[in-house]
């Protein structure tokens, strides 16, 4: 038999959803490569503090996948400026056929796969560099991340302490379909679970959850935040932060707000306590 109707569709709406950049933002010699299990090579870059007076101590780590039409040197900034600011480290991907990462048709899967070699890494190899871990995406880059946060919540202990989502799409369907509200629910739940279903896969989360989204986004519609902030489970609740800005300006017009809001969510997610202003 062929393919179902609905792998059909995911398949055929790949190629319009993954948009690499047309040009590479760094040097092959600023990154560092791990394999997955298909034995893609993927590009990794790991960005620490800029002081140094506590050398040899470790700081908590955030495991960031970027949005669509980026790579690492497009995302550097805002991943130093976040890495100086909460004073912790950042690492960054890519994903197949983004940046330095090898070439290949880029999927959900093939997302999938790559966060997991990242987490890998980052739980082996740089194991001694960081204290706590957290997961963190932004626009399309939530689908891997909440993907990784779903299957770690499925291991014993506490791999990570929180999801931090940031400009979330609710599913494949929801963003390329503006219109889906018109949708009868029944076929819109079907839809939403063909292609990212970040809504639906959000439920298996059992880790503190904070999301942030801009009113002003045309391209990933705040609708789609209020979704998937409606399907966290009630115990991995955090408020959310809805802020006057657009898709790719968050950081800039409010960014002290931004980074005591993450500073708050994060030393909640490690202690269980709000911390003091």
Not at 78 to 106: I, P
Request: hydrophobic share 40%; with cysteine; glycine share 6%.
């Amino acid at each position: 038999m062929g393919q179902s109707s609905s792998r059909m569709f995911a398949y055929s709406i790949q190629s319009m959803v993954f948009s690499p950049p047309a040009e590479i933002g760094y040097l092959s010699t600023e990154a560092v490569f791990v394999e997955t299990r298909d034995h893609k090579r993927i590009a990794c870059m790991l960005l620490s503090p800029g002081h140094a007076e506590q050398a040899g101590v470790k700081k908590d780590m955030i495991l960031y996948s970027h949005g669509n039409a980026e790579d690492m040197g497009s995302a550097r900034d805002f991943a130093n400026w976040m890495s100086n600011e909460l004073d912790c480290h950042v690492l960054l991907y890519d994903y197949v056929n983004y940046g330095r990462s090898d070439k290949g048709l880029m999927s959900e899967a093939a997302m999938y796969s790559t966060i997991t070699a990242v987490y890998e890494y980052c739980s082996t190899d740089l194991a001694d560099v960081y204290q706590d871990l957290f997961i963190m995406g932004r626009s399309l880059g939530t689908t891997a991340s909440v993907y990784l946060a779903s299957t770690l919540c499925k291991l014993p202990g506490r791999p990570y302490k929180g999801l931090i989502l940031q400009s979330p799409i609710a599913s494949g369907f929801r963003v390329l379909c503006p219109a889906q509200a018109y949708v009868p629910a029944p076929v819109s739940s079907m839809l939403d679970r063909v292609f990212c279903p970040v809504a639906e896969e959000i439920q298996n989360v059992n880790r503190p959850v904070f999301i942030i989204h801009g009113y002003e986004d045309r391209v990933v519609n705040i609708a789609n935040a209020y979704c998937v902030a409606a399907n966290v489970s009630p115990a991995s609740v955090w408020p959310p932060l809805y802020v006057s800005a657009g898709h790719n300006d968050i950081e800039t017009r409010h960014p002290r707000l931004m980074i005591s809001q993450l500073e708050q969510f994060m030393h909640y997610c490690k202690t269980g306590t709000l911390k003091r202003e």
